[in-house]
C-alpha cells in the first residue's frame, strides 16, 4: 500500500512539472491594453497644467487612423480606443486626441481650443497663446499709422507717427502749401510756424488678452477641458472639418 502511494505521489508531480504556463491570450491582451491606457492616462495633461511638447509628439507618432465602412476607429499603439461615425466624426474626442476640430474651436499650434471670439469676446477674436487672445485692431480712439495703433489726432492735426501736425490751411492760411516741418507762402514769399505735439508711441494693433493657466481660462476646448490633439491629418479621408 506504502509503494502504491509513493507511486501516486511521484506521478502527479512529474504531470505538475510538465505541464505549460496557463497564462491565456486573453490576460496578455488585457494586461497589454491596460498598460497602453495606463500610458496615455499618465500622459494626458491633467487639468491645470499645459500639454508638453514630447508628450503630444509621442501621442500623435503612435496614433494610427482607419476608416472602416461607416466607422472612423482610432488606435494607440494598436490598441483600439474607440470608434465613431465617419458623417459626424468631426470634433468628436476619443481619449487625449479629437478628429479635427468643431466648428466652435480653433487648431493652434495642432490643438484645438474653443474659439476665443466665444471665450472672450467678438473685440478679441485672435488666439496667439494657449491662454491669450487678442484684438483684432486699435480701438476706437485711435488710429492705424504704418502697422501701429496712435491716439486720434486733435481736430485740424494729422499724425505721422509720433507727432500730430497741424493743418497749413486751417493755421496758416489757405495760401500756404505744406512743406514738411513747415508752411510756406510762394508769393510774397513767406513762411509760417506748423504746429506739432507729441501723441506718444504706438503699439500693436493685437492687443493681448491672458485668462488662466494650463487647461483653463481660454486654455480650454469646447467641452471646457484640456485642448485635445488633432488628428484629422492622420484620417486616410478629407473630412472637411473646421477649415479655416
Known amino acids: 500500500m506504502k509503494t502504491l502511494v509513493f507511486f501516486f505521489i511521484m506521478t502527479l508531480s512529474v504531470c505538475v512539472l510538465a505541464m505549460p504556463e496557463t497564462r491565456s491570450y486573453h490576460h496578455d491582451h ?3 491594453r491596460n498598460e497602453v491606457m495606463n500610458t496615455i492616462k499618465a500622459m494626458s495633461p491633467p487639468q491645470g497644467t499645459a500639454l508638453v511638447s514630447d508628450n503630444y509628439k509621442s501621442i500623435l507618432d503612435n496614433i494610427k487612423v482607419e476608416v ?3 466607422e472612423i476607429c482610432v488606435y494607440y499603439l494598436l ?6 461615425d465617419l458623417h459626424k466624426a468631426c470634433g468628436i474626442k476619443v481619449g ?3 478628429i479635427g476640430c468643431a466648428d466652435d474651436e480653433e487648431n493652434y499650434l495642432g490643438l484645438c481650443y474653443k474659439k476665443c471670439s466665444l471665450l472672450a469676446s467678438a473685440d478679441f477674436p485672435l488666439r496667439t497663446a494657449t491662454n491669450t487672445c487678442a484684438k ?4 476706437e480712439d485711435e488710429e492705424n499709422d504704418a502697422g501701429l495703433c496712435y491716439p ?3 481736430e485740424n492735426y494729422m499724425g505721422v507717427a509720433t507727432v500730430c501736425w497741424g493743418y497749413c490751411s486751417y493755421f496758416c492760411g489757405p495760401e500756404y502749401d505744406d512743406m514738411g516741418l513747415y508752411c510756406y507762402q510762394w508769393w510774397p514769399p513767406k513762411s509760417c510756424y506748423k504746429p506739432r505735439y507729441d501723441r506718444g508711441a504706438g503699439t500693436l494693433p493685437y492687443k493681448p488678452w491672458t485668462n488662466g493657466m494650463g487647461c483653463n481660462g481660454f486654455g480650454v476646448n469646447n467641452q471646457g477641458g484640456c485642448a485635445k490633439i488633432d488628428i484629422s491629418g492622420k ?6 472639418c473646421n477649415k479655416q
Open 30 to 32: 488585457y494586461r497589454n
Open 68 to 70: 472602416n465602412g461607416t
Open 79 to 84: 490598441v483600439k480606443l474607440g470608434c465613431v
Open 96 to 98: 487625449p486626441v479629437t
Open 136 to 139: 483684432d485692431g486699435c480701438d
Open 152 to 154: 486720434k489726432c486733435k
Open 235 to 240: 484620417v486616410p479621408i478629407d473630412l472637411g
